[in-house]
């Protein structure tokens, strides 16, 4: 998952906070990896008064064209939204992200050739380029 990716990063965020519907699934989420990453768990309706750098829809609300409840004063300046769906057209998250300000919106099409090049990496011993391959896929749509 997402947490696991930026645990291995080398030069890691300095705050991370998962949210969720509650705070027990949260802290659930959160709890594998405290001990490697300055990481808090908060229930949604504990989101208020905060801004973020980067925020990342790893929820299936997208699935349904529904929104997770987020507050748009949550996007820092300069904010990264980045919805782990993708699609033809802007998922709802990012469609509301650059509506309230967020500097990037980005779907989770690179993610996707990113995990089927490491996979062809493995299974090949050849580390396939990916920006042609993304770039016909956003085409193809």
């Given at each position: 998952g997402v947490l696991a990716a930026i645990a291995d990063l080398e030069n890691r965020?300095?705050?991370i906070t998962v949210a969720n519907r509650t705070l027990a699934r949260a802290t659930a989420l959160a709890s594998d990896f405290s001990p490697r990453l300055a990481i808090s768990a908060v229930?949604?309706?504990?989101?208020?008064?905060?801004?973020?750098?980067?925020?990342?829809?790893?929820?299936?609300?997208?699935?349904?064209?529904?929104?997770?409840?987020?507050?748009?004063?949550?996007?820092?300046?300069?904010?990264?939204?980045?919805?782990m769906m993708y699609a033809a057209e802007p998922t709802l998250f990012l469609k509301w992200a650059k509506a309230h300000g967020a500097a990037q919106a980005i779907?989770?099409?690179?993610?996707?050739?990113?995990?089927?090049?490491?996979?062809?990496?493995?299974?090949?011993?050849?580390?396939?380029t990916t920006n042609e391959v993304i770039l016909a896929l956003r085409q193809g749509f």
């Amino acid at each position: 998952g997402v947490l696991a990716a930026i645990a291995d990063l080398e030069n890691r965020p300095v705050a991370i906070t998962v949210a969720n519907r509650t705070l027990a699934r949260a802290t659930a989420l959160a709890s594998d990896f405290s001990p490697r990453l300055a990481i808090s768990a908060v229930g949604y309706d504990e989101l208020h008064d905060q801004q973020f750098d980067v925020i990342i829809n790893g929820t299936s609300a997208s699935l349904g064209g529904e929104l997770p409840p987020l507050l748009p004063s949550l996007i820092a300046p300069n904010c990264c939204c980045y919805d782990m769906m993708y699609a033809a057209e802007p998922t709802l998250f990012l469609k509301w992200a650059k509506a309230h300000g967020a500097a990037q919106a980005i779907d989770g099409l690179g993610m996707l050739v990113g995990q089927a090049a490491l996979a062809f990496t493995r299974w090949r011993g050849v580390a396939p380029t990916t920006n042609e391959v993304i770039l016909a896929l956003r085409q193809g749509f």
